[in-house]
T-cell receptor
Framework: EDQVTQSPEALRLQEGESSSLNCSYT??????LFWYRQDPGKGPEFLFT???AGEEKEKERLKATLTKKESFLHITAPKPEDSATYLC???????????FGTGTSLTVIP | DAMVIQNPRYQVTQFGKPVTLSCSQT?????MYWYQQKSSQAPKLLFH???????NEADTPDNFQSRRPNTSFCFLDIRSPGLGDAAMYLC????????????????FGDGTRLSIL
């Protein structure tokens, strides 16, 4: 069964304190893994797509990496405006479905 | 800007009173999705359309139906809402289902928050 697990559920960081969020997945053939940012009361906003193990993508203070079993979202020197829920989703090779994890709620304290 | 627009942003209905949520897109994407998201939970896929081809998830309640009259619009109909249907409903689109382009990410609207009295 296709499954996505994110950890931790919640993370509080001091401004400038780097950390990583984890997304573990089980899927029968990975077509793509996606990271989204979701602010309260808003829809998810696309951040990255990763297709194959070893791939990395970067955007400002965020860097996403992918292995055959998990993905990490590394946040370097976070700022308060990085506070949000970060969602991971996978798309299997068959069908159009995207399976989401429950997200990591990140709070960055000034 | 091309985008996914959901109306209304907030909807209040009475227990058992039918309600319709709407979604429009200017991206000209072939695939449109409806998700239900409850507080602190993952978005749960209800169904999706590939063009006019409707695909229902196995565990989507019969109470939920959808219509896609054209490429740009998609509707979610809840025939007899119960208290458990109170949630954020998210509409999303993606461009294509082809072997090369299938890794296109989904583009989300800002959702409709549904409350049941």
């Amino acid at each position: 069964e296709d499954q996505v697990t994110q950890s931790p559920e919640a993370l509080r960081l001091q401004e400038g304190e780097s950390s990583s969020l984890n997304c573990s997945y089980t899927v029968s053939g990975l077509r793509g893994l996606f990271w989204y940012r979701q602010d309260p009361g808003k829809g998810p906003e696309f951040l990255f797509t990763l297709y194959s193990a070893g791939e990395e993508k970067e955007k400002e203070r965020l860097k996403a990496t992918l292995t055959k079993k998990e993905s990490f979202l590394h946040i370097t020197a976070p700022k308060p405006e990085d506070s949000a829920t970060y969602l991971c989703a996978v798309q299997p090779n068959t069908g159009n479905q995207f399976y989401f994890g429950t997200g990591t709620s990140l709070t960055v304290i000034p | 800007d091309a985008m996914v627009i959901q109306n209304p942003r907030y909807q209040v209905t009475q227990f058992g009173k039918p309600v319709t949520l709407s979604c429009s897109q200017t991206l000209n994407h072939n695939v449109m999705y409806w998700y239900q998201q409850k507080s602190s939970q993952a978005p749960k896929l209800l169904f999706h359309y590939y063009d006019k081809d409707f695909n229902n998830e196995a565990d989507t309640p019969d109470n939920f139906q959808s219509r896609r009259p054209n490429t740009s619009f998609c509707f979610l109909d809840i025939r007899s809402p119960g208290l458990g249907d109170a949630a954020m409903y998210l509409c999303a689109t993606s461009r294509e289902r082809g072997a090369i382009e299938s890794n296109q990410p989904q583009h989300f609207g800002d959702g409709t928050r549904l409350s049941i009295l």
